[in-house]
C-alpha cells in the first residue's frame, strides 16, 4: 500500500484514476493515461510493463489499443490485461454483482484465447 514513504511519480493522471496507483512497486513510475492518445508521447520500447485492468472490456478497439500498445514495451516487458470471463454473462443481475451485463459501458466479452 502506498504511504508517506513509497515514492511513486504519477503522471498523466486522468479523472477516472480512483485508487488505480494502490499496490505501485516503491520507487517506480506509474503512469496512467488515456489508452491511445497518451501513447504518443512516448517512444517504442519506452515502458517495463503495461496493466489494463478491466479496461479493455469498455473499448469497442480493444484489439487496435493492443497493437498500439505493444511497441511501446521494452524488450522482455509484459502487457498484463484483466477483464470479466464469458462466466460473468451468466451470474445472478442485480445491483452490485458482478454480471458482465449489469454494466453498460461493457461492449465486449474477450477470451483467453484471444
Not at 20 to 35: F, I
Not at 40 to 65: C, R, S
Not at 75 to 102: A, C, R, V
Amino acid at each position: 500500500m502506498i504511504d508517506s514513504s513509497t515514492k511513486v511519480e504519477i503522471k498523466h493522471v486522468t479523472r477516472h484514476c480512483g485508487n488505480a496507483v494502490l499496490g505501485a512497486v516503491p520507487y517506480s513510475e506509474v503512469y496512467l493515461m488515456d489508452c491511445v492518445a497518451g501513447l504518443q508521447h512516448y517512444p517504442d520500447n519506452y515502458f517495463d510493463g503495461i496493466w489494463m485492468v478491466h479496461v479493455i472490456e469498455h473499448l469497442h478497439n480493444g484489439d487496435a489499443v493492443i497493437q498500439h500498445l505493444l511497441p511501446k514495451l521494452k524488450s522482455g516487458g509484459f502487457l498484463y490485461i484483466e477483464y470479466p470471463g464469458q462466466k460473468s454473462t451468466t451470474l445472478p443481475s442485480m445491483h452490485g454483482t458482478l454480471n458482465f451485463k449489469d454494466d453498460p459501458t461493457h461492449v465486449r466479452v474477450y477470451s483467453v484465447n484471444e
